[in-house]
């Protein structure tokens, strides 16, 4: 569970209308928002928070759909829709400057809330995120419907599936256990139409009109097995002996990292 010391729940609301739940982590030094993927929540920063609250606000959402913001009132789900829903925090604690770290599907959300906060914006990291054609580029209609469907078909399973696929050999079986857990608990009502979106959604066309610098910390063993694309300017820290969640299964090296990168740019 969350840590409950030196934290503060709140719930924000979006345009639409849906309760965006967050925590707040620390009480001094500037904001850094964080980000998670398809199917998880603030949950899957848990190894972070502590660690990086000794210099960060920091700002764990769960993102409409997700978490603690799992009850939500009929939407049109989109990568866009997220990245205003991320705005709305950060307008509700008066973040007039963060940086934003996201993983997975939370590197589009990323993205979206970049473009929309403009300079408030200072700096993006994504965590296994950006490149892999699969995910960031548009896909053909007929391929984004067969990926549905097999979720449609067994969601759990096939949650389970995929999990064990894209974490590493190496990984603890009560973390990998934890995450399929997590994620095949999400809605399916939800899960499939955000899957969808981000399906739908071409980081191709939105990469140009970012400003400032973006850098992500990726599988070093998933790069190997994917089409992986060439963006502008993004600096790629490959590490090896992790798959697609090094945030939970190397924590300690992946803060050392994060908390490098975030030093280099001034942050820390």
Not at 22 to 42: A, D, I, N
Request: hydrophobic share 45%; glycine share 8%.
């Amino acid at each position: 569970m969350i840590a409950a010391s030196s934290s503060l729940r709140g719930v924000a609301t979006s345009s639409d209308g849906a309760a965006i739940h967050y925590t707040v982590h620390g009480s001094r030094g500037p904001f850094l928002m964080l980000l998670h993927g398809w199917c998880c929540s603030q949950e899957f920063w848990r190894l972070q928070t502590e660690r990086l609250s000794k210099g960060f606000q920091v700002i764990a959402i769960d993102l409409p759909g997700h978490g603690l913001s799992a009850a939500q009132p009929p939407r049109l789900w989109s990568i866009e829709g997220f990245g205003s829903d991320a705005v709305a925090v950060a307008d509700a604690l008066g973040a007039d400057r963060l940086a934003l770290v996201g993983h997975s599907m939370g590197g589009a959300v990323a993205i979206e809330a970049a473009l929309r906060l403009g300079p408030r914006s200072t700096f993006l990291l994504g965590v296994d995120t950006f490149v892999d054609a699969a995910f960031y580029r548009r896909r053909p209609r007929t391929e984004v419907e067969a990926r549905k469907q097999a979720f449609a078909d067994d969601f759990p399973g096939t949650m389970n599936k995929m999990v064990r696929q894209i974490t590493a050999n190496n990984a603890q079986r009560q973390m990998v256990d934890w995450i399929v857990g997590a994620m095949a608990r999400a809605q399916p009502q939800m899960a499939l139409p955000v899957l969808d979106a981000l399906l739908a959604w071409d980081i191709e066309a939105r990469w140009p009109l970012l400003r400032g610098p973006i850098e992500t910390i990726n599988s070093a063993m998933l790069a190997e097995k994917s089409e992986q694309l060439d963006l502008d300017g993004l600096r790629i820290h490959a590490l090896n002996a992790v798959g697609h969640f090094p945030m939970l299964e190397d924590p300690e090296r992946f803060n050392a990292v994060t908390l490098a990168i975030l030093k280099r740019h001034g942050f820390y």
